[in-house]
Nanobody, 115 residues
Framework: VQLVESGGGLVQPGGSLRLSCAASGFTFSSYTMSWYRRAPGKERYLVARINSAGGSTNYADSVKGRFTISRDNAKNTVYLQMNSLKPEDTAVYYC?????????WGQGTQVTVSS
């Protein structure tokens, strides 16, 4: 089982990034997928979640209207489109897969928002 995040990097405030999480080794289309983040000195918390079919999403209040989670079950990939980025969005972003009996995590990708 693998979850591999990509797309992180350094961006200026107000900029955009799109994170991707490529999954393998399990039935991706049966899993709820989420993005979490952990800022320096803080606990990891949920940013966005999408159900297995992609028809239902949830967002943390801090990112509503700026971030969009989506998935492509044909490509076994979940995305996080991040717009209007702020310095407080700086964190390591993690991909999570939750199934009936298993939970999987990616290794994380660093997002830094700074001028």
């Amino acid at each position: 089982v693998q979850l591999v995040e990509s797309g992180g990097g350094l961006v200026q405030p107000g900029g955009s990034l799109r994170l991707s999480c490529a999954a393998s080794g399990f039935t991706f289309s049966s899993y709820t997928m989420s993005w979490y983040r952990r800022a320096p000195g803080k606990e990891r918390y949920l940013v966005a979640r999408i159900n297995s079919a992609g028809g239902s999403t949830n967002y943390a209040d801090s990112v509503k209207g700026r971030f969009t989670i989506s998935r492509d079950n044909a490509k076994n990939t979940v995305y996080l489109q991040m717009n209007s980025l702020k310095p407080e969005d700086t964190a390591v972003y993690y991909c999570q897969a939750v199934g009936t009996w298993h939970v999987y995590w990616g290794q994380g990708t660093q997002v830094t928002v700074s001028s």
